[in-house]
């Protein structure tokens, strides 16, 4: 075979894991089943964790006695709340990254020489 980078990088890239199949095997895994199943774990998790603080809120809202303050606590709770959602979006992103694309050879590959210098996965 050819010595160039563009075919040294395909032959790395089909020869991970010792087995011409065993890189799709185990992307089709990723993408299929671990990273489904782990995000929606973590995804449970978040929305369990969502539930125990809108209980709690409402029972410290229904203790309170001026109108003023409830406003204002519902207004901190939103705020709270908000940020926990952009917060658990990130966190699923970086769970769906780390799971789909740590089993794929293409992140270790050289894109240089390829012709896309500014694409590396």
């Not at 606590?73 to 658990?88: D, F, I, P, V």
Request: some cysteine; charged content about 10%; hydrophobic content about 40%.
């Amino acid at each position: 075979m050819d010595q160039t980078p563009f075919f040294q990088n395909l032959t790395r890239m089909w020869t991970t894991n010792s087995t011409p199949t065993a890189w799709p095997t185990n992307t089709l895994k990723a993408v299929y089943f671990d990273c489904p199943v782990a995000m929606a774990a973590h995804f449970q998790s978040f929305l369990g964790r969502c539930a125990q603080d809108q209980v709690q809120f409402l029972t410290d809202l229904s203790r309170e006695q001026n109108p003023a303050n409830i406003l204002t606590r519902e207004m901190a709770y939103l705020q709270q709340s908000t940020l926990a959602w952009n917060t658990e979006m990130m966190e699923l992103a970086e769970l769906f990254q780390s799971k789909v694309l740590a089993n794929t050879p293409l992140q270790n590959t050289n894109w240089n020489a390829f012709g896309g210098g500014n694409n590396a996965g």
